[in-house]
Each structure stands twice: as C-alpha cells, then as structure tokens.
C-alpha cells in the first residue's frame, strides 16, 4: 500500500533557489569573453595582446615612416651611384627588413607568452586527512587566516628553489614563473612585460621577443650606413663639406641621428639578451636574485642554453581561448568568492561556492539559509516525530528530503542530522 502511494506521488518539486543551483544549462560564453586578465582578444579568441595593445601602432611607425622616409629621399641618389640592379637590392634589403621586424614584433605581441590558468579554488592543503581541514576552508573563504603556505620548495637540477602562492590565480607558481601585475597573469618563465611590444615576454614569445630586437638593431645599423654612403656621394659630386652635404640631404642627416640613438638602445638591448641566454636567466631573475653572484640553478652550459632558447620546440599554449564555458559556472577564469559575516546595508551579500554536477556555482546567502533552515527542520522533526507521514509534497515545511537539499548537506558535511533514507524512483521511502 505504501508503494502504491508513493509511486502515484508526484515528482518533488525544487524551490526556484534549488533549481537555480542544479541547472547549469545556461547561456555559454567563450573563455576569451569572461577572461579575469587584463587581455584584449582579437579575431575571435584568436589573438591575444596585453592591456596596452595600443602602443603597437606607434612602435610600427617607428619602424616603418623611417625606412618610408629613406627610400623616399635617398633611394635615387643611392640607385644612380650604385649599378641599376645593385642600387634596387641596396634600397630592397630595408624594405624587406622593415616587414620581417614587423612580423616578428606581432608574433611576439599577438601570442599566449605562456599563461598559467587560474584554479578555480584554492588548492586543498596536503594534510587533507585533517579533521581541521573543514573548518580551516571556512576560515580561509571567511577571510581568515590560510593554512598554506606562501612558500613551497622544489627541486631544480639538485638545487632547491621556493615558489611562491600566487593569491591572484590560486596556484603555487611553477619555477621562473611571476605574476604580471599589467596583464594580470601567471606568467611561465616570465621575462619582462615589454611596452614596446605591448605584451609579457614569456617562455613562448621570448624568441621572437629576442629575434624582433636584434632585427631591428640591424635595420638601424643598415639605414644608418647607407645614409652616410649617399652623404659621401653629395660631398664628393659637389665637392663640399659634411654641413653643407647634410643641408642638401636634410632627411639624411636626421635618419642618421635617429637610427645612431635608436641603435644604441636596441643593440644594448640585445647584447644584454644574448648575455641573458648564454647564462639561462631572465630579466626577472637577473634584476631580483643577481644569479652571477650565486649558483644558478637553471644554466646548462653555453650551447644547451642557446639551444633552448633556439632549437627547443615552443610549448602549445595551456589555454583554450575559444572553448565554450557556461555562464555562471566556476571554471579557470572565476575567482574564489568571499563569505561575510552578515547581511545588511554595510556589509556584502554573502555567497557560498557550491559544488554540484562538477560545476560550482555561486548560492546567495539567503538561499543557503533557506536551504539550511530546511535541513534543520527535517532533523529535528525526525527527532520529535510529530510529522505525520503521508505530509503533502506541496506544504512549505515538507520534511521530505529532495536530492538536492540531500547533495547540499553531503557537500557542508551537515548529513549526519539526516535520517537514513533508500531513494526510490526518484523519490524518499521512510
């Protein structure tokens, strides 16, 4: 008789806050659109850039409106004086050189440099086995105290090196990774952040990085050459001097200036670089730990240094910009969400991170109560006994258990109050 009643029941019914908590079928968005750096995305996901994107558009002209200007004014001359096929290399090669520096100078500012994904959540202390470790979870997301530690010590080539927690990204960073304070990112093998290049130099941009600063060193070298051979020529066709030379080919002197102060800058640059690749430091590194006045822990040797850097394979990137992920959920790009003591004009809203399915989500505050309050109540009536059992699946203080309620007790450890119940066809048998 029973069975009959309870298989003629209906289904039970969620609360509208209980529904909101299991239904994950919301509106999907790529990981690009809910990013949490401080990225811009282009063609979709595609490309990526640093937050100051912007300043590509005038590192490009100051590539290019020099060579324009050097092919414009000093290409005839150059082309007269030299043999026809000679003079129109001479005024190719920088053309060509222009377009190369400036393909490098995207690939390296159009690219992951090696971001490391958030965790969605902080990563569980190792003494998980800690009857303390409930209530430690609690004090972390109350904003108390974590237990873990800021550091951790990991073996390098035989030498012990401490990574730190990054409290931004909710990970233990790996060795030579930094967080970037513009882009707001984990950053492995993090360099720099370049506001030339408007983007981190990582571990899978620092090639083109190095490859797109050297270009240019030569470029300069290149203009800077070839405008005092076409001054030499104006000297020698009207016998004058170098003033009087540099007055009638006016842009050559200024390309002369531009490209001699501009070489200085990149050439250092790049010689700094090389000396960084020769010993297997970053900029980072050699700046914060002065790695020529203790053991670096990360130098091979000459060759396997150069090598990889030069002849290692670029690791794909750890991210998938493009995936699609549901609106709402936790996933890499959400952040932990804190819990208030109380509700009211000042202070937040609590929230509670609830995980169901295999997806968190985000419970407000007076929804959990009210699934709580309805835990309690269904452990002190089964304490009291005075429910009846045939109670209407409808009535507000239903003590019946719903899955839902059952799997959120399961997830804050409160079902030890809960009377043992087998399901049956979807529903509880007393």
């Known amino acids: 008789m029973h069975g009959k009643m309870y298989a003629s029941r209906p289904p039970p019914q969620l609360s509208d806050s209980n529904r909101r908590i299991i239904d994950s079928n919301g509106p999907t968005k790529l990981v690009y659109q809910v990013w949490k750096g401080s990225n811009r995305f282009f063609l979709g996901g595609r490309i990526i850039f640093g937050p100051d994107a912007r300043s590509l558009v005038f590192t490009v002209s100051l590539i290019a409106i020099p060579v324009i200007f050097f092919c414009a004014f000093d290409s005839q001359r150059l082309i007269y004086e030299f043999q026809h096929h000679l003079g129109n290399l001479i005024i190719a090669i920088p053309v060509i050189l222009a377009v190369y520096v400036i393909v490098l100078l995207f690939l390296t500012s159009g690219r992951d440099p090696g971001i490391i994904p958030r965790n969605p959540h902080p990563p569980e202390p190792e003494d998980e086995g800690d009857p303390s470790s409930l209530s430690t979870e609690w004090a972390r997301n109350q904003g108390g105290p974590s237990s873990l530690p800021p550091t951790k010590d990991v073996l390098v080539n035989g030498t012990v090196v401490k990574v730190k927690y990054c409290h931004t990204c909710m990970l233990y960073r790996p060795p030579r990774c930094s967080h970037c304070s513009i882009c707001n990112n984990c950053v492995e093998r993090f360099d720099h952040h370049c506001p030339w290049v408007g983007q981190c130099i990582g571990k899978r941009n620092y090639r083109f990085f190095f490859m797109f600063v050297s270009s240019t060193t030569v470029l300069c070298l290149y203009v800077f050459a070839f405008c005092w051979v076409n001054i030499r020529y104006i000297m020698e066709a009207y016998d004058c001097n170098l003033w009087k030379a540099l007055l009638k080919s006016p842009v050559s002197g200024i390309l002369i200036l531009y490209t001699f102060i501009t070489a200085w800058f990149v050439g250092g640059l790049t010689a700094f670089h090389l000396y960084l690749i020769c010993t297997n430091q970053t900029t980072y590194e050699n700046f914060r730990y002065r790695y020529d006045r203790k053991m670096n822990p990360y130098n091979l040797g000459l060759f396997r240094n150069v090598g990889e850097i030069f002849f290692s394979k670029i690791p794909s990137s750890k991210n998938n910009f493009r995936a699609k992920v549901t609106e709402g ?42 699934i709580q309050n309805q835990i309690e109540s269904v452990g002190s009536l089964e304490r009291c006994e005075t429910q009846p059992r045939h109670t209407n699946w409808g009535h507000k203080g239903n003590w019946e258990i719903t899955p839902d309620i059952h799997a959120l007790a399961a997830e804050f450890g409160m079902d030890q109050d809960l009377p043992k119940r087998q399901k049956i066809n979807g529903g509880l048998e007393v």
């Open 329 to 370: 959920s936790s996933s890499t790009f959400t952040t932990s969400l804190s819990i208030g003591r109380g509700t009211g004009p000042e202070m937040p809203k609590r929230s509670f991170d609830i995980e169901m399915g295999g997806k968190r989500q985000a419970v407000a505050a007076e929804e959990f109560d009210d």
